[in-house]
T-cell receptor
Framework: SQELEQSPQSLIVQEGKNLTINCTSSKTLYGLYWYKQKYGEGLIFLMMLQKGGEEKSHEKITAKLDEKKQQSSLHITASQPSHAGIYLC??????????FGKGTRLSVIA | DVKVTQSSRYLVKRTGEKVFLECVQDMDHENMFWYRQDPGLGLRLIYFSYDVKMKEKGDIPEGYSVSREKKERFSLILESASTNQTSMYLC????WGQGPHQTQYFGPGTRLLVL
């Protein structure tokens, strides 16, 4: 079965700093989703990557999928307190359920 | 605007009680899912459904059952709640298919405490 490993598990950054979160798959990804979860709330869809080498941006968040489609990174530029939360990657397998990583908890301090 | 709603944000129940968690989506999605989320364990799939009256076990179905009588509604049932079922429960829905537009959307979650 497919597994996703996220690193780091948690991250504390100073406001204004850049950061990167990684998601590595045990198998080639058909597609990869990135979600953000504010503490105690549901998951909010950020973006989806499907093609090798693909890169998408939304405001100050950029996600990339490597050429081999086994690793994705999420990069936040000039972090703000509003970026704090848990970031999860989810892989699209052949069957309906997505497979999720365990998440990366991001704290942004002033 | 896509919408997945869950019947309660917070719920407190006693051990042995029967608990119903309801999820409704307004996007006409075929697939619906129930997850629980616990610190250090991430999201774990309990059950999912790919059509009305159809259900499939996920990774941790023990102690749970589900019902999908209508396409828009997917209910999670804890037959006899136990303290180890204290958790955050998340419902999600997704259209059929694997293409780039088949995004999975989540509800706001229900935080259940079993005393």
């Amino acid at each position: 079965s497919q597994e996703l490993e996220q690193s780091p598990q948690s991250l504390i950054v100073q406001e204004g700093k850049n950061l990167t979160i990684n998601c590595t798959s045990s198998k080639t990804l058909y597609g990869l989703y990135w979600y953000k979860q504010k503490y105690g709330e549901g998951l909010i869809f950020l973006m989806m990557l499907q093609k090798g080498g693909e890169e998408k941006s939304h405001e100050k968040i950029t996600a990339k999928l490597d050429e081999k489609k086994q690793q994705s990174s999420l990069h936040i530029t000039a972090s703000q307190p509003s970026h704090a939360g848990i970031y999860l990657c989810g892989a699209v397998p052949n069957a309906p359920p997505l497979v999720f990583g365990k998440g990366t908890r991001l704290s942004v301090i002033a | 605007d896509v919408k997945v709603t869950q019947s309660s944000r917070y719920l407190v129940k006693r051990t042995g009680e029967k608990v119903f968690l309801e999820c409704v989506q307004d996007m006409d999605h075929e697939n619906m899912f129930w997850y629980r989320q616990d610190p250090g364990l991430g999201l774990r799939l309990i059950y999912f459904s790919y059509d009305v009256k159809m259900k499939e076990k996920g990774d941790i179905p023990e102690g749970y059952s589900v019902s999908r009588e209508k396409k828009e509604r997917f209910s999670l049932i804890l037959e006899s709640a136990s303290t180890n079922q204290t958790s955050m429960y998340l419902c999600a829905s997704r259209p059929w298919g694997q293409g780039p537009h088949q995004t999975q959307y989540f509800g706001p979650g229900t935080r259940l405490l079993v005393l």
